[in-house]
């Protein structure tokens, strides 16, 4: 499956990204993750360009590390500059592949520069999943000769 075809079934679209800015506060992006039930944020200035990615990971390693003084921290403190990124024509297992190696469960995904969605290592499962299903009817069907 393609992660066109991934952003799709989520009915995301531009527009519809959840980002945050540089200079936002960390208790602000913890209330967003809460509130919306997400793992991590895209950061934008202009809700177009990818300056960053926050996580709840990152929250939780500088609460351990530093108490709850770091909810005042800025997020350009917290986030992760140049997150790796992937285009609407890759693969989920191209994805995948690349969330499993860097070890991260969020994607931007990006179309000449500008940020069109966002895709989870739970978009990516549940697509292979479905295929999976898929090729296992088709098989079946083959073998009863449906
Ligand atoms: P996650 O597993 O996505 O919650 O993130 C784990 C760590 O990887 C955190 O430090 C994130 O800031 C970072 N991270 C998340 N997504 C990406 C990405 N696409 N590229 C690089 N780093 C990322």
């Known amino acids: 499956m393609l992660v066109r075809q991934i952003l ?3 009915g995301e679209g531009a527009g519809k990204v959840i980002t945050v800015k540089p200079g936002d ?3 602000e992006v913890a209330a967003i993750l809460a509130e919306r039930r997400i793992g991590g ?3 934008s ?3 177009e360009t990818v300056e960053g990615i926050l996580s709840e990971r990152d929250i939780v390693r500088s ?3 530093r108490g709850a003084t770091c909810l005042d921290d800025k997020v350009e403190d917290l986030m992760t500059r140049n997150p790796v990124c992937c285009g609407r024509e890759d693969s989920s297992d191209q994805v995948l592949t690349r969330m499993t ?4 469960r969020h994607m931007p995904v990006v179309e000449e520069g500008k940020l069109i969605g966002i ?3 739970g978009d990516v499962v549940s697509a292979r999943l479905s ?4 090729e296992k009817d088709a098989l079946q069907g083959m073998i009863m000769g449906r």
């Open 119 to 121: 895709v989870t290592i």
């Open 101 to 104: 190696e860097g070890r991260f």
């Open 41 to 43: 944020v895209i950061v």
């Open 131 to 134: 295929e999976l299903s898929m």
């Open 63 to 65: 609460l351990a590390a």
């Open 45 to 47: 200035t202009d809700g």
């Open 25 to 27: 506060r960390i208790s």
């Open 8 to 10: 799709k079934g989520k």
